[in-house]
């Protein structure tokens, strides 16, 4: 399977705990956004990554929240000491970018379903 | 400040016939719009997307129509499918580079065809 891959598909937390998300883009992209979307509501952007590098994390809370894309290995949404208002589903989604051009279009991983009790 | 918009949060529509899902933005920047359509406990997937420099787009069944001084796009779906029961929604991009394919999403609308 060439797509998103997003793990935990679930997670469970108590309130206070961290949650950490992993997202590994499609093969040969090198960006990476992540979006919360919370129940009934749509898909809010959080942060854009590309290796190494935040590109913009305007979406971001600024606190308990925080996202890397490492040189080896999955993206990373980190949520440290979990509230009930951050149960949402989770998603990420890669592009890849050539020079020159933009083709607009983001794929999308399953998701990551938190949920805080 | 919500700038894109789907003002219809759900549509109810016979098999067979047209749906029509309606979408509007308010950044002047935005160039590029595409249609995701989202299943319950599955990731949003792409349908159709127009670039600003269009007005119409057409992939078989769906056709995407953009309004650029109303600032406004729509889908159509025609004839509509039981299988295209799903949460549609609309998604813009900006011409900001420094973006690089960053989406903003409207609210969706929820579609449900009636066999």
């Known amino acids: 399977n060439a797509g998103v891959m997003q793990n935990p598909r679930h997670l469970v937390r108590r309130r206070g705990q961290e949650a950490r998300l992993r997202c590994s883009p499609m093969?040969?992209?090198?960006?990476v956004y992540w979006y919360r979307q919370l129940p009934e509501e749509g898909l809010k952007f959080m942060v854009y990554l590309q290796k190494e590098n935040i590109i913009d994390e305007s979406g971001m809370p600024k606190e308990r929240f925080s996202a890397e894309f490492p040189k080896e290995g999955p993206s990373i949404l980190r949520i440290q000491q979990v509230v009930r208002g951050d149960s949402a589903a989770y998603f990420c989604a890669s592009s890849l970018i050539l020079a020159g051009t933009r083709s607009g279009e983001l794929f999308f991983g399953e998701g990551s379903r938190l949920t805080v009790l | 400040d919500q700038q894109v918009k789907q003002n219809s949060p759900s549509l109810s529509v016979q098999e067979g016939r047209i749906s029509i899902l309606n979408c509007d933005y308010t950044n002047s920047m935005f160039d590029y719009f595409l249609w995701y359509k989202k299943y319950p406990a599955e990731g949003p997937t792409f349908l159709i997307s127009?670039?600003?420099?269009?007005d119409k787009n057409e992939d078989g069944r769906f056709t995407v129509f953009l309004n650029k001084s109303a600032k406004h796009l729509s889908l159509h779906i025609v004839p509509s499918q039981p299988g295209d029961s799903a949460v549609y929604f609309c998604?813009?991009?900006?011409?900001?580079?420094?973006?690089?394919?960053?989406?903003?999403f409207g609210g969706g609308t929820r579609v449900l065809v009636k066999p």
């Open positions: 998604a813009a991009s900006s011409r900001d580079q420094a973006a690089g394919n960053k989406l903003t």
């Open positions: 093969k040969g992209h090198s960006h």
């Open positions: 127009i670039s600003s420099i269009k």
